[in-house]
Structures are given as structure tokens and as C-alpha cells.
């Protein structure tokens, strides 16, 4: 679902709609005198011509983390307007994850062994190197389509059915808008809805939140504490837009989102390490987070067309009764190059930490009602530097490179470290490449 | 990586202020001077001044953050989606 400015896409849809009936009139045009009709295009055909052609996006993404993860991500897009404003879009994304992610637990001066998350067979981390479990493979595919129109001269509808699936999760989705312009329609009001359900089967079940890892083995029986073979969450999620043009060349954007989610939010393959007081693991348990979370967030996004350039500019502050918050910046900016245009690209994100992240547990202190180590909901500051090409062909078609580097500095968020915690990396960096090519028809 | 860091902090604060900047100077000049009429969106009306110009790239964005960071969403639904890791 997109909340864009209704008035923006009319005037888009207008130019669109006269470049589009110049292109079918010269295809009918051709068609006719291929034909031999020449010339005489009668009523049929005229109203042929008035029918919208199916408008392409298509992208193929390589995301790759040093050592870490690595995914392949494909998008098709496709739009096309049915009756004067009427618009069905379909969306096909399918990606492959392979690689390896961080399992929460802490780097030692010696060689750590863990049990495959599966229960299988088992793997050895290196002296010194933060754990990654490298079991990591799969495959998503996912589909969209939505559907919006005019309900009067001021107000517009949108519904969106989502459904994705993977080897050990499903989430299915529906969503749905109402627009409203004012004052000329430079000023347009958007209320939107979503609800997800989504649903984890991980291999290997459930594990027991908190319980201890048992000795990893290497033969087949798994005796490792399981409480059930699949779970489930619920979110809800509520927008709230303003959108204002300020002047000939400025556009901005308001939105208020709130967002609910219920069920189980653990990660089953997030673990937690048990230190003594020489910084030595003593064993590991299994993480455990709160079973709702409600989060809200503010994001004001604006647009400026200098003579020729256009700058894009947006932040965002979200904050959580996980006690996260976070602020994030975002900058592109739009040059002309040739008959295409290049784009620089910068985002900084910043997080604090939520209320249960511990880098570890200390021997003898008690356990907390929930932890988990996952680098994620800890402190961080993240930086994306990027670069985009795009070069418009024939007919409309666009052709267009993006290269992308995105770094993620996890940081203390201020504990001791006893003992060797001090002397190995705690909160290593991860660096990732993205690449993209995108064409569109 | 440090510089890098320091350097994307520095233009995010300059060009934040800036817009608040311009913010209260709108503000201040009342709202009802706000917007254009219909023939004053030449360049409004162009592709590259859409809010989200490049919805692909918005979605494959979404997807990575989403996946490697707390905080998802603000732009449109934060939505679930898929057990990322």
C-alpha cells in the first residue's frame, strides 16, 4: 500500500496517460497499415488505443555481508490503470539467503563448539571470533497486489492482500487506505490499516526459553529442551499521513505510525552466554523476549526541486515500550548527468539498546524475566553510503545501477567486561555490499 | 570507517537544522500561503518529485533494514514479512 500524494500521481497519471495515448496511437497507427487499413481507424479501435498497457519494475538485488550473510533478492512489479484513476498492482519478489549470522554468544580465547540449530551435527567457532552460525539457507517468495480508485472527487481507496513464504515461516497480510485532498489538493490527509499474521516452524522446534543448551553432540539424539514444533504472532499496524505541497518546488510529508504486535517475537535461534567472573562461558541459554510490543514512530520526509537537481530528504524517530528508540537520516540527491541522472545516497541510523539486551549474562546473577544478546535490539549506529545511475531509454523504459555500502557499528551499551571479554571483540562491526540493477518497461 | 561515520553524522545535522529551519519560517508565514494552483505543478508533477520515486528500491531497502535493524516501517506499514535473519 502507498500513501503517496494523490494530487502528484494525478499529475503524473495525466502526462503518463497523454505519452501512453501518443505511443497507441502510433501503434495503431502501425498496426493499421500492417494491416492495409490505412488510415480509416474506426470506433473500435479508437477505443482500443484509450486501454492502459501493463507498466513494468523489475529488479535484481546481491546483498553481501563480509563472512556473514549473503542474499540474492529479484522484484517484478507490474501496474496498469483499468478506468480513469483505477489502479491493480501485482508484485512477485523471490530471494535466497545463504550464510551466516551471529548467534548472540560471546567470542572466547578458545575454540567454542555448538549444536546446528536443527539438532544435526555440530560447529566449531575459532579462538578469538565472534560465533556465527553458518546454517543459514533459504529461499522466500513472496506476492503482492493492491488495488486503489477514487470513492468521490476528493477521496481515494486503496486495499493490499500480502502472502510470503519460506522454508520455516508464512506471513500472510491484507491492508487498507483512505485518502482525502484539500485546498486545491495540496494538502491530502491519509488514514491507513494493516494486520499480519505470520507464523515460524523453525527446524529443530521451539526451544525453551532461557533453559540451558545441552552439551552440542555429534550423534543423533537431540535431547535439547523444545517447546513445541511451531508459534505465531499478530501485528496491527496504523498510519496517519499529511501531505503538503509548500510551493512550486517543495513537497512534504507528516506520518504518524503505531504498531502492535502480539505472540512470539524470541528468536529461536538466538542464544545467550553465561559468564564467570574471569569472562570465561560457563554455558549458554536460550533468549526470551516479551511476548507483545508496541512501537511508534514519526517520519517527515521532504522534497526540493533546485533549477535542476532534487533534494530528498527524511527522518524518522521510532520509539518502543522495548525501551528501543531510534532516529534515523536520509538524504538523496537527484543530479542530472547526461540524458540520465546520477543520485548519491546517505543514511545514518542510530539505536538504543532495548531494556532486556545483556552482551552476556554473570555467574550467579539472576536470571532476567527476558534477555537476549542479538546484536539487533542492541545499541548500534549503522551508515549506508550509496550511488545510483539511471539512464531513461526508449518509450519510457529506464534503465538504472545502484551500489550500495551499509556498516553497522554495534556498541557497548555500558557494561563491564570481566576477565577475556576484554581482550576479544565483543561488538564487531558488519560490513555489506549491495548491488542492484533495476529495468523498467 | 570512523571518517565516514563522523562525515554522514555532520550532513545529517547541517541539513536536519536546515529544515527546521525551514519549517518555522513557514510557519511563521502562515499556512494559508501554502501550496500552488494547478498550473504551478510543472515540476511537482515530475517523476523524480513523487515521495517515493523509486518504490522498488524503497522495498528492497525496507527489507534489508528490517531484517538488520530494530526499527522498520515510518514511510508506509512496518509490517512482518518474512523471518529474517
Known amino acids: 500500500m502507498q500513501l503517496t500524494n494523490k494530487l502528484q500521481k494525478t499529475n503524473q497519471q495525466t502526462l503518463a496517460r497523454n505519452k501512453s495515448k501518443n505511443l497507441k496511437s502510433l501503434l495503431t497507427a502501425a498496426t493499421c497499415s500492417l494491416l492495409g487499413t490505412t488510415g480509416q481507424v474506426n470506433a473500435k479501435a479508437q477505443s482500443q488505443t484509450e486501454e492502459n498497457q501493463w507498466q513494468f519494475d523489475t529488479a535484481l538485488m546481491y546483498y553481501g555481508e563480509t563472512d556473514r550473510v549473503t542474499a540474492v533478492e529479484g522484484i517484478i512489479a507490474a501496474t496498469k490503470e483499468f478506468d480513469d484513476e483505477e489502479f491493480l498492482s501485482l508484485k512477485l519478489t523471490i530471494d535466497s539467503l545463504t550464510g551466516a549470522s551471529a548467534n548472540g554468544a560471546v567470542a572466547q580465547p578458545y575454540v567454542q563448539t555448538f549444536a546446528r540449530p536443527s539438532g544435526k551435527g555440530t560447529f566449531d567457532v575459532p579462538a578469538g571470533e565472534t560465533p556465527l552460525d553458518d546454517t543459514f539457507k533459504d529461499t522466500r517468495v513472496q506476492v503482492n497486489a493492491s488495488w486503489a480508485q477514487p470513492l468521490t472527487t476528493d477521496y481515494t481507496i486503496s486495499t493490499g492482500l500480502h502472502a510470503s513464504k519460506e522454508y520455516d515461516y508464512v506471513s500472510l497480510g491484507l491492508n487498507a487506505s483512505l485518502t482525502r485532498d484539500f485546498n486545491k489538493k495540496n494538502t491530502t490527509v491519509a488514514v491507513g490499516f494493516a494486520a499480519f499474521y505470520d507464523e515460524i516452524e523453525p527446524e529443530g522446534g521451539i526451544p525453551n526459553p532461557l533453559a540451558i543448551l545441552p552439551e552440542p553432540k555429534t550423534t543423533a539424539i537431540d535431547d535439547r529442551p523444545r517447546i513445541g514444533s511451531s508459534d505465531n504472532k499478530t501485528t496491527i499496524d496504523v498510519l496517519l499521513g499529511l501531505t503538503q505541497v509548500i510551493n512550486r518546488r517543495a513537497i512534504m510529508q507528516f506520518n504518524y505510525s503505531f504498531s502492535k504486535v502480539d505472540g512470539y517475537l524470541t528468536d529461536p535461534f538466538k542464544i545467550v552466554s553465561v559468564v564467570d567472573d574471569l569472562g570465561l562461558v560457563q554455558n549458554q541459554i536460550y533468549e526470551k523476549r516479551p511476548d507483545n510490543r508496541q512501537k511508534h514512530s514519526i517520519f517527515w520526509q521532504t522534497k526540493y526541486h533546485f533549477t535542476s537537481t532534487v533534494v530528498d530528504f527524511s527522518y524518522r524517530y521510532l520509539w518502543d515500550d522495548w525501551e528501543i528508540s531510534s532516529h534515523t537520516f536520509e538524504l538523496r540527491y537527484r543530479i542530472p548527468f547526461g540524458t540520465g541522472y546520477i543520485e548519491p545516497h546517505l543514511r545514518h541510523y542510530m539505536q538504543e539498546a532495548a531494556e532486556f539486551y545483556r552482551p552476556f549474562i554473570e555467574q550467579g546473577d539472576a536470571y532476567p524475566s527476558y534477555v537476549s544478546a542479538d546484536y539487533r535490539v542492541g545499541e548500534m549506529n549503522a551508515y549506508t553510503l550509496g550511488f545510483k545511475y539511471g539512464l531513461p531509454l526508449k518509450n519510457g523504459q529506464e534503465l538504472s545501477f545502484r551500489i550500495e555500502y551499509y556498516q553497522q557499528d554495534p556498541e557497548n551499551p555500558g557494561y563491564d567486561l570481566p576477565g577475556v571479554l576484554q581482550d576479544v571483540e565483543l561488538f564487531e562491526s558488519v560490513e555489506a555490499l549491495i548491488v542492484q540493477i533495476n529495468y523498467s518497461f | ?85
Not at chain 2, 494559508?32 to 515530475?46: N, Q, T, Y
Not at chain 2, 524503497?58 to 512482518?80: M, P
Open chain 2, 1 to 85: 570507517m570512523v571518517i565516514l561515520g563522523e562525515m554522514v553524522r555532520d550532513i545529517m545535522k547541517k541539513i536536519f537544522q536546515s529544515n527546521i529551519l525551514l519549517i518555522v519560517l513557514l510557519m511563521s508565514s502562515g499556512c494559508s500561503s501554502l501550496g500552488v494552483e494547478p498550473w504551478e505543478r510543472d515540476l511537482l508533477a515530475r517523476k523524480e518529485m513523487a515521495l517515493n520515486a523509486s518504490p522498488i528500491d524503497a522495498a528492497l531497502d525496507d527489507h534489508i533494514y528490517f531484517s538488520k535493524e530494530a526499527s522498520s516501517g515510518g514511510r508506509s506499514f512496518a509490517g512482518g514479512g518474512c523471518g529474517c535473519n
